[in-house]
């Protein structure tokens, strides 16, 4: 075991849940979704691209300094293609400690429409406006680029929870990687709320 995989030993192993949970609530189809853990100040872990998350173990999480530089990567893996974005807003947002991108399916079908954007932005659910703030919707923006972690400097400071428009989710936590996964859920049983809402109204 490498020397920074036994120091932060216990911080990947809540990534590795964070990781396996979200894929088995359905959060990340294929090896879609990325998330990012700082254990220090200049130290995140990070998920390697072209991992199912269901499947993702210990030896896969890479780690990195807070400019993208490799502290340790494991053979044959490399960090997701949007570590950029994970590092601009923690740069943006100090107090963040975990981020995690993913695509919960009814929260990605609200987010196609501005109905459906408008209808996340509504405080239907008291756990979304207490523990996330207010659902703001990023416009889209070319996934894998510096692009994309720019587009949130408008929002970052304004809230927990985006939709970033046709690309799912991504949430903030302040306390830890496991809050990430409780964020995500949130969201998705706003976007089913809201849903349910719709159809019954029609």
């Given at each position: 075991?490498?020397?920074?995989?036994?120091?932060?030993?216990?911080?990947?192993?809540?990534?590795?849940e964070?990781?396996?949970?979200?894929?088995?609530?359905?959060?990340?189809?294929?090896?879609?979704?990325?998330?990012?853990?700082?254990?220090?100040?200049?130290?995140?872990?990070?998920?390697?691209?072209?991992?199912?998350?269901?499947?993702?173990?210990?030896?896969?999480?890479?780690?990195?300094?807070?400019?993208?530089?490799?502290?340790?990567?494991?053979?044959?893996?490399?960090?997701?293609?949007?570590?950029f974005?994970?590092?601009?807003?923690?740069?943006?947002?100090?107090?963040?400690?975990?981020t995690?991108?993913?695509?919960?399916?009814?929260?990605?079908?609200?987010?196609?429409?501005?109905?459906?954007?408008?209808?996340?932005?509504?405080?239907?659910l008291?756990?979304?406006?207490?523990?996330?703030?207010?659902?703001?919707?990023?416009?889209?923006?070319?996934?894998?680029?510096?692009?994309?972690?720019?587009?949130?400097?408008?929002?970052?400071?304004?809230?927990?929870?985006?939709?970033?428009?046709?690309?799912?989710?991504?949430?903030?936590?302040?306390?830890?990687?496991?809050?990430?996964?409780?964020?995500?859920?949130?969201?998705e049983a706003?976007?089913?709320?809201?849903?349910?809402?719709?159809?019954?109204?029609?």
């Amino acid at each position: 075991m490498n020397s920074l995989q036994l120091k932060y030993k216990s911080q990947i192993e809540e990534m590795i849940e964070a990781c396996q949970r979200s894929a088995e609530l359905g959060y990340g189809a294929g090896s879609g979704g990325n998330a990012a853990y700082r254990v220090e100040d200049q130290v995140v872990l990070i998920t390697p691209t072209g991992i199912v998350k269901r499947k993702i173990r210990f030896e896969d999480i890479c780690i990195i300094d807070m400019d993208g530089n490799p502290l340790y990567i494991p053979q044959g893996r490399k960090p997701t293609g949007e570590a950029f974005m994970h590092l601009h807003i923690m740069k943006l947002r100090p107090d963040v400690k975990a981020t995690m991108h993913a695509h919960p399916p009814l929260l990605i079908g609200m987010s196609l429409t501005e109905e459906g954007a408008e209808e996340m932005r509504k405080a239907v659910l008291p756990d979304a406006a207490t523990f996330l703030g207010p659902i703001l919707t990023i416009p889209y923006v070319r996934p894998n680029g510096d692009e994309l972690g720019y587009s949130f400097d408008p929002y970052i400071n304004k809230s927990n929870a985006f939709i970033m428009g046709n690309h799912g989710c991504l949430v903030c936590s302040v306390t830890g990687i496991r809050d990430t996964v409780d964020a995500c859920q949130v969201m998705e049983a706003h976007a089913k709320a809201a849903l349910t809402c719709r159809i019954f109204e029609d």
